[in-house]
């Protein structure tokens, strides 16, 4: 069972950044390597959206509206995904998911994932 565990969320002004991390517990390094990872986000009263994944291969995929201004990235060798978030919109605010799967590819529908962490909160001020 993989257990995740985002952190790096906070309250940050238009324009600025954060990076959110993802570890993943009860796994070894092997199988992590080959997860798919991705990263959703949910703004109250709207459903799940995703916002980038990233393959066990490297490749990587974005959500039109943050592409250019976030970067997932995977260190396998810790286990962990990040999210680096710049140039931060209003728009933006939501919790944001941590997300892994198994399969081939990228994967951008939430049901298409295993497992879940339990999500960090992102508010952009205006």
């Known amino acids: 069972q993989v257990q995740l565990v985002e952190s790096g969320g906070g309250l940050v002004q238009a324009g600025g950044s954060l990076r959110l991390s993802c570890a993943a517990s009860?796994?070894?390094?092997?199988?992590?390597?080959?997860?798919?990872m991705g990263w959703f986000r949910q703004a109250p009263g709207k459903e799940r959206e995703f916002v980038a994944t990233?393959?066990?291969?490297?490749?990587?995929y974005y959500i039109d509206s943050v592409k250019g201004r976030f970067t997932i990235s995977r260190d396998n060798a810790k286990n962990t995904v990040y999210l680096q978030m710049n140039s931060l919109k209003p728009e933006d605010t939501a919790v944001y998911f941590c997300?892994?799967?198994?399969?081939?590819?990228?994967?951008?529908?939430?049901?298409?994932?295993?497992?879940w962490g339990q999500g960090t909160q992102v508010t952009v001020s205006s």
């Open positions: 990233i393959g066990w291969s490297g490749s990587i």
């Open positions: 997300a892994a799967g198994r399969g081939f590819g990228l994967l951008t529908t939430p049901e298409k994932y295993d497992y």
């Open positions: 009860g796994t070894t390094f092997s199988e992590y390597d080959r997860l798919i």
